[in-house]
T-cell receptor, first 111, second 114 residues
Framework: AQTVTQSQPEMSVQEAETVTLSCTYDTSESDYYLFWYKQPPSRQMILVIRQEAYKQQNATENRFSVNFQKAAKSFSLKISDSQLGDAAMYFCAYTGNQFYFGTGTSLTVIP | EAGVTQSPTHLIKTRGQQVTLRCSPISGHTSVYWYQQALGLGLQFLLWYDEGEERNRGNFPPRFSGRQFPNYSSELNVNALELEDSALYLC?????????????FGPGTRLTVL
């Protein structure tokens, strides 16, 4: 069965610094997609970044980038130049024949 | 453009009762997804509807059911409520029936079962 694991329940980062959130997944599928979603305290989740498994190039969206290691089934999120507005719960998600989310990492940004 | 809306915001029920949660997707979106977000468990996929049809279902008992209407809005029904059904229920919508599509989430309905 597919699973998504986020081993860091909580992380903190100084404003303007870089932080990496970890995510691993388990699957036997060859075609799938990976996502990072952000859930701010207001609760509505928004997409941060997405990665197609067949693409070797790591996705990048402004200050957000991923390190996708397909063989290791690892999909970490790097946030550069952290801002106060980055404080949120971050969920790693896998989409194959179904949708699987990790348990989330709560990120605190310290001014 | 209005986002995904859900009603009600909060709901309190007792064990054994039935509940209906409602979701209106973003205009033009045909796919609707339902998730359960229980404390400490992340999001658990419940149901996926597209064009009025159930496309996929998560590992939940049959007392969790739903439907999608011709206007693409959706209902989630939970029968015979149990204490462990207490959670935030999130609805999401996407433009088309594609696995790589971004899902847009609503604010959720907080269900408390006493």
């Amino acid at each position: 069965a597919q699973t998504v694991t986020q081993s860091q329940p909580e992380m903190s980062v100084q404003e303007a610094e870089t932080v990496t959130l970890s995510c691993t997944y388990d699957t036997s599928e060859s075609d799938y997609y990976l996502f990072w979603y952000k859930q701010p305290p207001s609760r509505q989740m928004i997409l941060v970044i997405r990665q197609e498994a067949y693409k070797q190039q790591n996705a990048t969206e402004n200050r957000f980038s991923v390190n996708f290691q397909k063989a290791a089934k690892s999909f970490s999120l790097k946030i550069s130049d952290s801002q106060l507005g980055d404080a949120a719960m971050y969920f790693c998600a896998y989409t194959g024949n179904q949708f699987y989310f990790g348990t989330g990492t709560s990120l605190t940004v310290i001014p | 453009e209005a986002g995904v809306t859900q009603s009600p915001t909060h709901l309190i029920k007792t064990r054994g009762q039935q509940v209906t949660l409602r979701c209106s997707p973003i205009s033009g979106h045909t796919s609707v997804y339902w998730y359960q977000q229980a404390l400490g468990l992340g999001l658990q996929f419940l149901l996926w509807y597209d064009e009025g049809e159930e496309r996929n279902r998560g590992n939940f008992p049959p007392r969790f059911s739903g439907r999608q209407f011709p206007n693409y809005s959706s209902e989630l029904n939970v029968n015979a409520l149990e204490l462990e059904d207490s959670a935030l229920y999130l609805c999401a919508s996407s433009l088309v029936e594609r696995l790589d599509n971004e899902q847009f989430f609503g604010p959720g309905t907080r269900l408390t079962v006493l």
